[in-house]
């Protein structure tokens, strides 16, 4: 395919088009989101056929998964969009800003989501020591309904009005029309309270495990299920703590960058809004691997913790957390 520039008209711009660029960065985010689409449909139809897996935490999973379809769903539209009118991701547009609300409400409902689960899975292994802690359905569902419920309130302002269609003083700069005080508004609050839960659930469960350890040990009774569980935790939530960090930061310091950076709009080059496409494709790519990782990893634990021998009053016998 020749190269033929695609200039921006709204104003005098430094950023311009190739058509080689637009389809280089477009195609690839299509098929990332394709893939995603399946993936996540595939998880929620096994959920839901499944009968044997209608447990809380995998109610937890099926509301991640459907959040994840969501969020794969906007950015291929998102992408679309990039691909038909390119100069409109610059300048910003009504399509748009509906395309990103969407967007919004599926990634803090995959946040919120992602919470949910480390606090059942914290609950589970709790459940050890606390039989009054484990999770019912109905709190599943409340948990996956509050999640959403959040989520749309939040995802939903730029369509109630704060927006930044008209007033480019207050608009951000890559996510236009959305507005600056916006994305700080739903950005740095989510992104501490969710790596501050995270961390908080998986350590207390290792930190559960090595106290269980200690008194089985104490009492005479030699197993090795509780060194193997923590290798398991502290493996899983390194995972989950990587791919979290690595999916997220590139949009988190995007936002940063927008609030920090006053420069003119004419004055901002192309690269700029390449490394914005490559955020779009990381928080994708999050949607891709969720199912994978939540749904293989964080079983298996519940299966661990079962096996475990709970001392209860001077007697070691069998829990079954997994059963949560």
Not at 67 to 86: G, H, K, M, R
Not at 103 to 131: F, H, K, Q, W
Request: proline share 3%; aromatic share 10%.
């Amino acid at each position: 395919m020749s190269v033929s520039n695609v200039s921006l008209g709204h104003t005098n711009s430094s950023v311009t088009w190739s058509y080689c660029l637009v389809l280089s960065l477009g195609i690839p985010q299509l098929v990332i989101n394709l893939i995603s689409i399946g993936c996540n449909c595939l998880v929620i139809l096994a959920m839901v056929s499944a009968r044997h897996q209608h447990k809380p935490i995998f109610i937890l999973f099926g509301s991640l998964a459907l959040s994840d379809l969501l969020s794969s769903s906007s950015s291929f539209w998102i992408a679309l969009l990039f691909l038909t009118e390119p100069e409109d991701t610059v300048y910003g547009s009504a399509a748009l800003m509906h395309a990103y609300a969407i967007l919004a409400i599926s990634i803090l409902s995959t946040v919120y989501n992602l919470m949910s689960i480390g606090i059942e899975r914290y609950l589970t292994v709790a459940d050890c020591l606390r039989p009054r802690y484990r999770i019912s359905h109905c709190q599943a569902w409340l948990a996956a309904g509050t999640s959403w419920l959040l989520a749309g309130l939040f995802g939903a302002l730029p369509l109630m009005g704060w927006n930044c269609l008209g007033n480019e003083e207050a608009s951000s700069a890559l996510y236009r029309p959305l507005c600056i005080d916006y994305l700080l508004f739903i950005t740095i609050p989510n992104c501490v309270v969710t790596f501050a839960c995270l961390t908080f659930t998986y350590v207390a469960i290792i930190v559960i495990l090595k106290r269980q350890k200690g008194i089985i040990v104490a009492q005479g009774h030699v197993s090795n299920s509780y060194r193997v569980a923590e290798a398991h935790v502290a493996k899983t939530s390194v995972v989950i703590w990587i791919m979290t960090a690595v999916s997220y930061a590139p949009f988190f310091s995007s936002v940063l960058w927008d609030a920090i950076d006053h420069s003119p709009l004419e004055d901002l080059h192309i690269h700029i809004y390449v490394f914005r496409n490559f955020t779009a494709m990381m928080i994708t790519l999050n949607s891709l691997v969720n199912p994978i990782v939540y749904s293989q990893k964080l079983k298996g634990l519940g299966n661990t913790v079962g096996s475990f021998r709970c001392p209860v009053n001077n007697k070691v016998h069998m829990q079954t957390a997994n059963n949560a």
